[in-house]
């Protein structure tokens, strides 16, 4: 084999080609947009500024995005600016890019994949944009990936673990509230992992955990602050904040319009209006691209979201029979996320299909997964 073929395969190399790559990414960012503290930053900076003042936030629905605000809380009692911030996310990320690189190798057993994934991951800059960004996404996109990755990477169960991820998933929550996502999908991947022959005796006890899910749930839609679900179907918002009628439905909710009541009210009763605006919300939402971006920007996610689809058409299979555990963490938090948009609308900026772009990736790696199935150790079982 060629000499510059055997580098390429080397992990020091793809470290080289890797950091390379992003480096040039964040200063790129940074000369481009410096520190972003507009648009949705300001709400986050004025609940800081009130935590300071009066030790509470104006309404509960910051709660859930606790952790970017107790962050530009310390800033700001410091008075040493915003750049720790900033420093903090852009070594978040580039901690999820490398565990990013080691899913990918966990998966498909090859080094190059790794790196070829890795530097894709990379190319859809949209994501990575929000390392200097005051805004909740940063954190929660590194986070969700070295989570992954550090779940992934369980052998077996111990107090010691459990307590991490425990410590991890409320990061995730208290970053943002599709947080509790994971709580669910970490949940069925221990019983397809560790339990699977006695899967069916651990779902017949699993009802006080459904419960628990349904209370916090609850809770998040409950919070308060500008958080309405009734909203979006009175004015039939596919894009969030873009009204696509101009008279406006009139629907009387017996129920708290943000809980699951409210919503389940609004399915049984206005049927024909929920199923018609879910399909509408679901090809915006896997469709990605927005009458409103440029026509060169639309052709490259296009392109980078279509061609993910067919890898993962053409692999799932592959996924499904090697995986299992690993396939139903993934996909049960990319149908949290289907299902939230279907109820609710779609973001103007595609933030919420960003959010699980990992997961699509590592899917997209199932045409080139290891052939040969390996069987679990005991401890696995």
Known sequence: MPKFLLLLGSVKTHFLIIGTIWTFFQLYFLMRFDIVSEYEAAKYIEQAENLIKTGSY????????????????????????????????????????????????????????????TIAFLAFIYYHL??????????????????????FQTKKLSFKRILVLIFFVLFLYFSRPVGLFFLPATILFFVFKFYKKRALLISSLGAPFFILL????????????ELDFLLPYLDERIICGVPTINQAHIIVNP????????????????????????????????????????????????????????????????????WLPQLIFMSTIISFTVITVMLSC????????????????????????????????????
Request: aromatic share 22%; with cysteine; proline share 3%.
């Open 58 to 117: 104006t309404s509960g629905n910051f709660l859930f995005y606790s952790t970017q605000i107790l962050l530009i809380a310390l800033c700001k009692k410091l008075q040493i600016g915003y750049w720790p911030i900033i420093t903090i996310q852009i070594a978040a990320n580039a901690l999820s890019i490398w565990c990013f690189y080691g899913l990918v190798s966990f998966f498909t057993k090859s080094k190059i994949y790794a790196l070829g994934f």
């Open 214 to 225: 349904y209370f916090l749930i609850n809770n998040s839609l409950n919070s308060g602050g």
């Open 130 to 151: 929000y390392n200097v960004y005051l805004f909740t996404e940063s954190l929660y996109f590194s986070f969700s990936i070295i989570y992954t990755y550090v779940l």
């Open 346 to 381: 779609d973001e103007w900026h595609n933030r919420f299909i960003l959010a699980i772009l990992p997961f699509f990736l590592l899917l997209a790696t199932a045409p080139f997964l290891q052939k040969e199935y390996i069987k679990p150790t005991h401890a696995e079982q």
């Open 255 to 322: 129920y708290e319009k943000n809980s699951i009541e409210g919503l389940a009210y609004i399915i049984s009763n206005h049927g024909n209006l929920f199923f018609r605006l879910a399909i509408k919300r679901l090809i915006a939402f896997f469709g990605v691209i927005r009458p409103y971006y440029s026509l060169p920007h639309n052709i490259f996610i296009a392109i980078y979201y279509y061609s993910i689809y067919c890898f993962i058409l053409f692999g799932i299979r592959n996924m499904l029979t090697q």
